[in-house]
């Protein structure tokens, strides 16, 4: 690829961004740097940073096969992806098909229940304020969003957790619950950020082990075993 990368942008909790000599590109780095809890309790993951980037990508070429627009351009090497520059909105989707986590914890459904419907959240992207949970008001109050593109958003996470969800049943996994990020590209609204055991849960179908970022939040053990298995159960690779 004949684009060059240049000064940093921005470094986030998983990855850097740098500006590139194509002002509608960036050029990202994943880091093996690990937290949770907003950020209170911080470790790091072997290879994290390699594995994200390899299943980001596999499953944003996975979505662009359907129709869905990701930021996604290339990926360059183990750690690094070229993609379109975009405005971040300032609002995480979080897409729930069986409680989990937080969920559980605010409605008192206890984990591992299905719920009857798929449930849509939406959680104000602010590190200061610990990332609280909005609502459509909110987002006009704040004016971080359109309500169109907030419409957008919502269509595109609900196909993203049809195709996934399909998909995954193959590679007997269960995907619990995820979070997606969208950015603005040229006036469109597309998916960007990660799609990874970062911003998913995802549960083996048969015994139930927890193949993502909880058994680093919790303290389960072999959390980089989990997201190789993601990773070669997807593609097959080993890494």
Not at 172 to 198: C, M, N, R, T, Y
């Amino acid at each position: 690829m004949g684009v060059q990368k240049l000064e940093q942008l921005y470094e986030g909790k998983a990855k850097k961004v740098f500006k590139t000599s194509d002002p509608d590109l960036y050029w990202i780095e994943y880091k093996d740097d690990a937290t949770a809890f907003d950020g209170k309790k911080k470790g790091t993951i072997m290879n994290k940073g390699v594995l994200n980037n390899k299943i980001t990508t596999h499953f944003f070429k996975l979505l662009e096969g359907k129709g869905i627009p990701t930021h996604l351009v290339e990926q360059i090497n183990d750690r690094e992806q070229v993609v379109k520059a975009v405005k971040i909105v300032l609002v995480e989707v979080v897409v729930r098909n069986i409680a989990a986590g937080s969920l559980s914890k605010r409605i008192g459904l206890p984990e591992g229940t299905m719920l009857p419907k798929t449930v849509l959240e939406y959680y104000y992207k602010d590190d200061a304020l610990g990332d609280p949970l909005i609502n459509d008001y909110h987002i006009q109050v704040l004016d971080l969003a359109t309500p169109e593109q907030m419409k957008v958003c919502a269509e595109i996470a609900l196909k993203v957790n049809t195709i996934l969800r399909e998909y995954l049943k193959d590679k007997k996994i269960d995907l619990i619950d995820f979070k997606l990020e969208f950015g603005v590209h040229k006036g469109q609204v597309i998916l960007a950020d990660e799609i990874s055991p970062d911003t998913c849960r995802f549960w083996d179908v048969e015994t139930r082990e927890k193949l993502d970022k909880d058994r680093f939040r919790r303290d389960l053990g072999n959390v980089e075993e989990a997201y190789k298995e993601i990773l070669k159960r997807l593609t097959g690779e080993t890494i």
